[in-house]
């Protein structure tokens, strides 16, 4: 894949929408009544920076990424759980290398994409825009984010509600930047993005957090 089509694939598939502490921790039990609404979470300000969106940071740094099926990973293992009722869903606009699952029907939806990434950077400093995407959102509510390590890597996690074409809607989302094992030691950006419907997240609630606690990321 060549650099500019590399990019386009970070920027078509990367940061899809909206995230747990530490591996060994369990994720925080989100109050979902207080993201029905779409007052901001938080005040801006004057002096407040635009979020600059991840894929745009990566491509200013000069880091390209392609797409690739977790099933194919030899130096490192990602995968989801699938709940009881939900199942294999595929969409024509989706990449192939897509992890997606639905449960019956358009939502709720967990969507795994994982890209090889190729080039010089600071996972710490790339990771510090993990969340940004998320700010842009239509009337986006944030519920809960944090930039802890998952598994011992760099991570960044969010969730909150905001609207897309009049629906709102509830979201999770954790960005990872792992490295696979020796002697490659290659990076990689695996997104985890589980979304539903923001009036039945909590409905939905023992289906995501299963999926969130059995989200795993660790080198081979």
């Known amino acids: 894949m060549t650099g500019a089509c590399a990019r386009r694939a970070i920027k078509l598939c990367a940061i899809v929408a909206l995230t747990i502490p530490v591996v060994a ?35 200013s740094i000069g880091v390209t990424g392609q797409q690739v099926a977790p099933s194919t990973l030899t130096d490192l293992s990602v995968s989801i759980p699938t709940p009881a009722g939900w199942s294999q869903f595929t969409n024509p606009n989706i990449r192939p290398e897509t992890v997606l699952i639905a449960k019956g029907g358009k939502y709720p939806t967990a969507r795994l994409v994982v890209f090889k990434l190729r080039g010089d950077f600071d996972p710490a400093q790339v990771i510090k825009h993990g969340n940004d995407d998320a700010q842009l959102f239509e009337n986006f509510k944030q519920l809960d984010a944090s930039t802890a390590p998952f598994n ?40 985890l993005t589980i979304t539903s419907l923001a009036d039945q997240a909590a409905a939905q609630s023992t289906d995501i957090e299963a999926i969130i606690r059995g989200f795993v990321v660790a080198a081979k």
């Open 25 to 59: 921790c369990s994720p925080k039990a989100p109050d979902y009544q207080s993201i029905l609404g779409t007052t901001a979470a938080t005040t801006t300000t004057t002096t407040a920076v635009k979020p600059v969106p991840l894929s745009q940071y990566l491509e």
């Open 152 to 191: 011992g890597f760099p991570s960044a996690m969010i969730q909150g509600s905001y609207d897309l074409d009049s629906t709102r809607l509830h979201s999770w989302n954790r960005i990872v930047i792992p490295t696979g094992s020796p002697p490659a030691n290659q990076r990689y950006l695996v997104q």
